[in-house]
């Protein structure tokens, strides 16, 4: 598992598409907020658990790259660089895509259910 951000995230996805064969998963969430010790955003905090007990269970040996949009303010921003950016198009977190082929393939919106 491997962490980015806004200022990091291009030269970690290059790490992550380099660590393995298997799936590659990119999961876009809100920061921790230090006041409350946990995501601002409650569909992340509900969300994470599920998405990492299911890969997880998974068969094959995937890779996930958990990419923090930044604090409430800035990701509500209509110009954020990820709402922009025609590879993920992001409309809300959190957002899991299945990279494949260098090319992004996902759904987005909705809540993974245990």
Request: hydrophobic share 35%; glycine share 8%.
């Amino acid at each position: 598992m491997l962490d980015a951000d806004l200022d990091n995230f291009e030269s970690m996805l290059s790490t992550a598409e380099a660590q393995g064969s298997g799936p590659l998963f990119l999961l876009f969430l809100a920061n921790r907020d230090p006041a409350i010790r946990h995501s601002w955003c409650p569909d992340c905090v509900r969300a994470e658990p599920v998405i990492y007990k299911t890969l997880e269970n998974s068969n094959k040996q995937t890779t996930l790259l958990r990419a923090y949009v930044g604090d409430r303010p800035t990701w509500r921003n209509p110009a954020h660089p990820w709402r922009l950016d025609k590879r993920f198009g992001l409309k809300g977190v959190p957002t899991l895509i299945r990279q494949r082929k260098k090319k992004m393939k996902g759904e987005r919106g909705g809540i993974l259910k245990d």
